[in-house]
């Protein structure tokens, strides 16, 4: 049992923590899941001056080291060919949670207020023990709240990508994916801190307490969490990336992407991109829900599909 003493001796007591690694420029695709994040991190992930968190950072969370020994494994001819189909980027939620308790599951976006000195210094040690020589740009996915405030405290030059896609194929994904938490109603989200906001919670029920239009209601949530983190935090840049304006031109999307982060263009890596077929399937939504089901969502959605750019031929009038 712990009594509070300190038992070091003198002279490990007098040891200097090591110095910081200094981390450059990390780069974080944030948005709601199934907004499209996964390709767009998928691709970008393929070049050659990136790294990324794959397994062995979830499963090993204090050995980093094995996580880099990857990354240098992947410039390795003919080993690379085996690693990169066993082991693919992923969001790591394990790994965050390691170094900040509440960075997996919080009640609300996490903010630069949150940052304690501690979880900085944990988190800037974590991203630092990830890089190699040549893989020195951490690129890292975060679906959910976004946390861009919190993140940019910690590393003031990041740059942050936020994907966005038409709201309603998002639902319809997200209603499909066994991470959803809807059909517990709005206590299976994180996205508010005590209670569904008063006017969500009208238009909820106004459609009968449909999952379909909770689905809308919970994209429409994250359009106002960002919408709040521009509003307070005007000087984090953040660029925006279309799901539609990718799939119509991926390369094109991440050479613009890759300009915003100021990654080299190689022409290999272009090469790579062309290989990947990149298909929309954001008409599904229509085939997968009745008339019915159709109307609610675009009733619950209309206003912010507008006011996101988004062209809808076929409103309901409310």
């Given amino acids: 049992m712990s009594l509070g003493i300190n038992t070091k001796s003198s002279a490990e007591g007098a ?76 969001e790591n939620y394990p790994f965050w949670d390691h170094c900040y308790g509440g960075f997996g599951y919080p009640c609300r976006d996490l903010f630069a207020s949150d940052v304690d000195v501690r979880s900085a210094k944990s988190i800037r040690r974590a991203f630092g023990q990830l890089a190699t020589s040549k893989r020195s740009r951490g690129l890292i996915k975060i679906t959910g709240c976004p946390r861009i405030s919190f993140l940019h405290a910690i590393f003031p030059d990041a740059k942050f990508i936020h994907v966005t896609r038409d709201g309603r194929a998002v639902a319809a994904s997200r209603m499909k994916a066994p991470f959803w938490n809807g059909w517990r109603g709005w206590r299976g989200f994180s996205l508010w801190p005590e209670e569904m906001p008063a006017h969500y919670e009208r238009e909820w029920e106004s459609h009968g307490h449909s999952f379909v239009a909770l689905a809308g209601i919970e994209w429409k949530a994250h359009i106002d969490q960002m919408t709040e983190v521009r509003r307070r935090f005007p000087h984090i840049n953040i660029l925006e990336v279309k799901y539609e304006a990718f799939c119509a031109d991926p390369v094109g999307q991440i050479r613009g992407i890759a300009e915003y982060c100021e990654l080299p263009w190689y022409a290999d890596f272009e090469a790579r991109l062309r290989k990947q077929y990149v298909g929309s399937e954001n008409s599904k939504w229509r085939s997968e829900f009745t008339e019915e089901q159709q109307a609610i969502l675009q009733q619950v959605l209309a206003d912010y599909m507008v006011e996101q750019g988004y062209e809808l031929p076929e409103l309901v009038e409310k």
């Fill in 15 to 90: 040891r200097r923590p090591k110095a910081l690694k200094p981390v450059d420029r990390p780069i974080f695709i944030t948005g709601l899941g199934r907004s499209g994040t996964t390709i767009i991190h998928t691709l970008l992930s393929r070049h050659p001056n990136v790294n990324w968190l794959s397994l062995l950072c979830a499963k090993f969370p204090e050995r980093l080291y094995l996580n880099r020994w990857l990354m240098h494994a992947l410039d390795m001819p003919l080993i690379n060919i085996y690693l990169k189909r066993r082991f693919v980027p992923l």
